[in-house]
DNA sequence: CATCCGACAACAC
DNA sequence: GTGTTGTCGGATG
């Protein structure tokens, strides 16, 4: 269940009359608990209370209800039950009927209300459905509640009206204004509370045949200054609005034709408490609404404030907050501050609703009303200019809803620190300025969005761009101000993108050298940045796929946005996106900012749940305190010694390949086992001692295995996968489709190291293997080496090496030959060396035999690892290290100070000459 | 022709 | 269910 759906069921269940027997169930199966689950708490299998009368659910909550007047005392008997704390629950809940108590049990507060208000307090209880990452969602009970009767009325409004699907740029700014008008009666814009709904309720029809021209009516009224009005002939009943304009009601104020439902839910709506709304909050959600694919998700998309800050603060609000501790009470450097305030510009080129913006806009207010308190000014008007926070934002909703949740911001920021009276007296008109472009980021042009102030900067602008100049330009009130830009632009990968992405890309990075076309869509937005950045001061950092600062786009990338004058000025390395989804198996990401030359640089590191920042020199483009080093892949090894290729391509479609059941059911004599079939080794066969076994036929013995049912049945099946592919390579082959793409063996033996493995094991997994082992695409292979190639490949330097340069999959390891092993700096090894490392190999490999048959999955386990096995491993380490240094390396970061330095020795000075712009 | 990747995907536990 | 950990084949250079 969503946010929605369950703020949906926990108000329908306050609605129903209180059944003491059956309320702590319907609590649970509002909150998504399955039938099944339910059934065993009430059979009492899985009730695991010690209190009588009370249900106890395992890992969640222990909940009671009791008599009238009982609340107190038996919320006393749960909190001190055993069971509450061994069994783990979450919560404790109490009410009869009347009172309503609930206590979070890791120390997240209580909740103590009537009865009938409990569902206002739901966000408290979302942990229940598995809804733990958001601590703000808690308090935003209201903008799930909001955001939930605002689809019923869209979804409603569009079946009444088929023709409004098409206009949806016209439904939307009709949302958009609408939303505005329920927050503007519950907050006294509209002078009296009420008026909007109350004027809707009267003036239109029951049977709601007029409701939208009633409503039309007052739009339009909200659109003509009150001296016009009289000959405008606006109807005496819209006259009481106030003239709101600010592009919110100009335009069209035709509305859809509502029906009774409609109409009801309306009235609905406006009942709710609008002066609750979180406008970055309630942004990140209601924009799922206008959106077929993501209603389903309906409040999920939510961008958690503390992932917001993790950008907006190193970026800037940190330095803000600095300069006030400095500036004190001293009131000449506090206007100062006051000054640079006013003139700082947030940009963000991928807006959404608004997110990012508004808190930017809420923090900085926060900050200049600390100011104004300081010099006595707690009323002053305040000098951040809303039009200082601009934004693009691809989708109309989206941008619609940015327009008005800065607008709400500004309000409520306003009431907040002068109080209501000034908020009211210079709200309306609301400022008809446009400051959110509908658009595509990446083909409009930011300096026309967002123009630096200086001279020249028109010009230099139509050199960098071909877009035309045709978007609205407005002075922004901020000469020699500074600009942040910002925001969560969208990662598509290398293939998700459409051709029309794919364009964009291309029309950015035509003008400079590089494969863009291995970038990932994201990076579109920091090659803009930095471009801008050029033309104005300031800085920008976004949230981004952290694939962008490893293996392949990194050579690409990062040298373009060095020549463009870019350096890293902080960042944050890989953490897992978090919204309220509670599946939320979510995406790995990074936060970069970049900056002409930032004044110093900090590294963010998750730590249990928390970042640590760390001041250091220089963060490079893998995102570690380390020089500027970029890893080119090469296709010989740097260090000559064994050649790793990859394993055996199948493009088989499953049909080659077997697992133990399906080579039985191939039903083949042991004649055709040795012949045709062999052991197939990827990464899981190394990892896991899994076994499979492949179809494996030389051209010799086609005849033969054509003559066995079972395996010609295969084979067939292979040449019509391959024929109906869509890549011509995998049609071309569909003429020996009884053989895999290649079709490599070993000699003697092979060592085969897997493409993907955990991240948790102190070292790289690999195995040794004899010459009937086919090694599969999903593993690299050494074939016929020399052993002291596996010595190096388990080396702690090695790990060290390919965690930092090569590709991850979210944090796996993502071994890769070119990338990892070719480019792997090897000082010359002696004869001597080698008959050590080879001596240190064999040991590894014994330890191994001596624990058989654990898998390389169970001898790794970091808790599990045998002592001789990490024993056999310290020696390696000693051998190999000894051989770069002289003794052992200290930490991590000192073999990668090491090995970059050797890098940069063996290839040759200047590395990569990739990303400067093309010569004309 | 050989990688390298996945706002992942499919397992185990 | 959710924490762990590597499939598979297409796009790419």
């Given at each position: 269940m969503n946010p929605v759906e369950i703020e949906e069921a926990v108000s329908n269940l306050a609605l129903e009359p209180f059944d003491r027997a059956e309320f702590p169930f319907q609590f649970l199966r509002a909150f998504g608990s399955k039938d099944t689950a339910i059934q065993r708490l009430r059979a009492g299998n899985t009730n695991q209370t010690d209190v009588p009368g009370a249900i106890l659910q395992r890992g969640n909550i222990h909940i009671a209800a009791c008599d009238i007047g009982g609340v107190d005392e038996t919320l006393k008997a749960l909190r001190e039950s055993p069971k509450t704390a061994s069994q783990k629950a979450k919560f404790i809940l109490v009410t009869d009927g009347e009172v309503f108590q609930a206590e979070d049990m890791n120390g997240g507060g209580t909740v103590a209300c009537a009865y009938a208000e409990f569902p206002d307090h739901f966000g408290f209880f979302l942990p229940l459905a598995g809804i733990t990452t958001v601590e703000q969602i808690r308090e935003s009970s209201f903008d799930i509640k909001a955001t939930g009767r605002l689809n019923k009325l869209y979804v409603e409004l569009l079946k009444d009206n088929p023709d409004w699907a098409s206009r949806s740029v016209d439904m939307n700014h009709f949302m958009a204004r609408l939303i505005f008008c329920f927050f503007a009666e519950d907050t006294d814009i509209f002078l009296s509370g009420g008026l909007f709904s109350k004027t809707i309720e009267q003036m239109s029809a029951r049977d709601s045949s007029d409701t939208h021209l009633v409503m039309a009516e007052i739009f339009r009224a909200m659109d003509t200054k009150p001296e016009n009005r009289e000959v405008a002939g606006i109807k005496p009943y819209a006259r009481k609005f106030p003239y709101v304009n600010g592009q919110l009601f100009s335009g069209s104020t035709e509305c859809p034709r509502f029906s009774k439902i409609a109409r009801s839910y309306l009235l609905h709506i406006s009942s709710l408490n609008w002066k609750k709304i979180n406008p970055d909050i309630f942004g990140s959600m209601i924009q799922a609404v206008a959106d077929d694919e993501e209603r389903g998700a309906l409040g999920m998309h939510y961008t958690s404030v503390p992932n917001i800050l993790k950008v907006l603060n190193p970026l800037f609000l940190d330095d803000l907050r600095e300069k006030l501790e400095e500036a004190g009470d001293n009131g000449r450097k506090l206007l100062n501050l006051r000054h640079r305030m006013a003139k700082i510009r947030v940009f963000d080129p991928a807006c959404g609703s608004g997110n990012f913006l508004v808190i930017a806009y809420k923090e900085m207010r926060s900050i200049e009303a600390e100011i104004n308190r300081r010099r006595g000014e707690p009323d002053r008007r305040s000098d951040i200019p809303l039009t200082n926070f601009r934004g693009i934002e691809l989708r109309d909703f989206p941008a619609e809803i940015a327009r008005l949740a800065l607008i709400i911001a500004e309000y409520q920021c306003d009431v907040l620190y002068r109080g209501q009276q000034e908020a009211l007296a210079e709200f309306l008109p609301l400022d008809s300025q446009n400051w959110i472009t509908c658009g595509n980021a990446l083909r409009l042009d930011w300096l026309g969005i967002c123009p630096p102030t200086g001279t020249g900067v028109r010009v230099q602008a139509k050199d960098l761009f071909e877009t035309p100049l045709d978007q609205a330009e407005i002075d922004f009130e901020n000469e020699g101000g500074e600009t942040y830009i910002c925001g969560n632009p969208p990662y598509k990968g290398t293939k998700g993108q459409t051709t029309d992405q794919k364009s964009e890309l291309e029309s950015i990075f035509e003008c400079y050298d590089g494969s863009f076309k291995v970038l990932d869509y994201v990076s579109g937005w920091f090659v803009r940045s930095a471009e801008y950045l050029r033309h104005t001061f300031g800085s920008a950092a976004f949230v981004s796929t952290n694939s962008i600062c490893q293996g392949n786009q990194v050579p690409v990338l990062w040298p373009l946005i060095s020549s463009l004058g870019?350096?890293?000025s902080f960042a944050h390395t890989s953490f897992k996106w978090a919204n309220l989804a509670s599946h939320n198996a979510g995406v790995t990401v990074i936060i970069v900012g970049i900056g002409v030359s930032p004044e110093e640089r900090r590294l963010y590191i998750e730590q249990d749940g928390s970042s640590v920042c760390k001041v250091v020199d220089n963060i490079n483009a893998y995102l570690?305190?380390?020089?500027n080093i970029i890893v080119e892949k090469s296709s010989i090894p740097i260090h000559g010694l064994g050649q790793m290729v990859l394993g055996n391509q199948p493009y088989e479609g499953g049909f080659l390949i077997l697992d133990t059941q399906e080579l039985e059911d191939l039903n083949i004599n042991s004649e055709g086992r040795e012949k045709i079939i062999r052991k197939i080794i990827g990464s899981s066969e190394v990892v896991n001692g899994s076994e499979r076994y492949c179809i494996w036929v030389e051209d010799t013995n086609r005849s033969y295995a054509m003559n066995i049912p079972t395996v010609r049945e295969r084979i067939e099946n292979v040449r019509v996968w391959r024929n109906a592919s869509s890549r011509p390579a995998t049609n071309a082959m569909s003429n020996r489709p009884h053989q895999f793409c290649e079709m490599k063996s070993p000699k003697s033996s092979v060592m085969i190291i897997p493409i993907r493995s955990s991240e948790n094991r102190p070292y790289l997994p690999i195995g040794l293997y004899d010459n009937t082992a086919t090694v599969s695409n999903l593993a690299y292979a050494i074939y016929d080496g020399d052993l002291f190639n596996l010595s190096i490949i388990s080396s702690r330097l090695h790990l060290v090496w390919i965690s930092t340069v090569c590709g991850k999959l979210e944090t796996r390891f993502s071994y890769s030959n070119k990338m990892g092993w070719n480019t792997f700096p090897v000082p010359t090894l002696t004869e001597q060396n080698k008959a050590d490392l080879t001596r240190c190999a064999e040991g590894i490999l014994l330890a191994r035999e001596a624990h058989f048959p654990l898998t390389i999955a169970d001898l790794y386990d970091p808790q599990k690892m045998p002592e001789d096995l990490r024993a056999a491993h310290e020696r390696n380490d000693e051998v190999l290290e000894r051989i770069y240094i002289g003794r052992r390396f200290q930490n991590d970061t000192e073999r990668l100070e090491k090995l970059f330095d050797l890098y940069t020795k063996m290839v040759g000075k200047g590395g990569p000459k990739k990303g400067k712009r093309k010569a004309a």
């Open positions: 870019s350096r890293i570690v305190p380390s020089r």
